[in-house]
């Protein structure tokens, strides 16, 4: 079983649409967690922490549930710039920083 | 400022060569990580430096692979006698330090082993 788990998709929705992708991880001890952004053929840029409460970020809404080790992003209101592959991350160990990538959930946003 | 930085941007080698691929990172981050992206798949953590310490080595896929990092600022990713399989994107990071939320990452370098 993989560490972090994603459907790759592709999710393909209208402008407008509210879209949400899911990531379940594996390890209970992990302590952090991110969703990363990576347009085609470029660097992974991060997109949000996930923090136990949940957060938002205009647009942007990731929620953490410990109990199901289960990880949300909701995008509302898409746009076309929207279109990249999502990544879900998990914080390895929290004493080398190294990071457990998903395969990545692909979003294309159409007009 | 300047982001991390990373050449070559492509490299295109033979099976059996030796390949050298550089990262620079930040100014003032004190750690610095590679992974590799191979395609379709996700990223795969290959080493960690922070400071002085002793780099985790813990996911270098094979004694073909080694790095390091001159001076705690440029790091080298070296990959011995070359196969079919290292073909990946070669992605470094750096962040501020090893509790930093935040990674940065360089543009890659996309390796072909013929």
């Known amino acids: 079983r993989k560490e972090v788990e994603q459907d790759p998709g592709p999710f393909n929705v209208p402008e407008g649409a509210t879209v949400a992708f899911n990531c379940t991880y594996s390890?209970?001890?992990?302590?952090?967690f991110f969703w990363y952004r990576q347009d085609c053929r470029k660097e992974p840029k991060l997109l949000m922490s996930v923090y136990s409460s949940g957060n938002e970020d205009g647009r942007f809404t990731a929620q953490l549930n410990r109990a199901s080790q289960y990880i949300s992003l909701l995008i509302r209101d898409s746009k076309l710039s929207d279109s990249a592959t999502y990544l879900c991350v998990v914080l390895g160990s929290s004493n080398t920083g190294k990071l457990i990538f998903g395969q990545g959930t692909t979003l294309q946003v159409k007009p | 400022g300047a982001g991390v930085s990373q050449s070559p941007s492509n490299k295109v080698t033979e099976k059996g060569k030796d390949v050298e691929l550089r990262c620079d990172p930040i100014s003032g981050h004190t750690a610095l990580y590679w992974y590799r992206q191979s395609l379709g798949q996700g990223l795969e953590f290959l080493i960690y430096?922070?400071?002085?310490?002793?780099?985790?080595k813990s996911g270098l896929p094979s004694d073909r692979f080694s790095a390091e990092r001159t001076g705690g600022s440029v790091s080298t990713l070296t990959i011995q006698r070359t196969q079919q399989e290292d073909s990946a994107v070669y992605l470094c990071?750096?962040?501020?330090?090893?509790?930093?939320?935040?990674?940065?990452f360089g543009p890659g370098t996309r390796l072909t082993v013929l």
């Open positions: 990071a750096s962040s501020p330090d090893s509790s930093s939320r935040a990674q940065y």
């Open positions: 430096f922070q400071g002085n310490s002793a780099p985790d």
């Open positions: 390890n209970s001890a992990s302590q952090s």
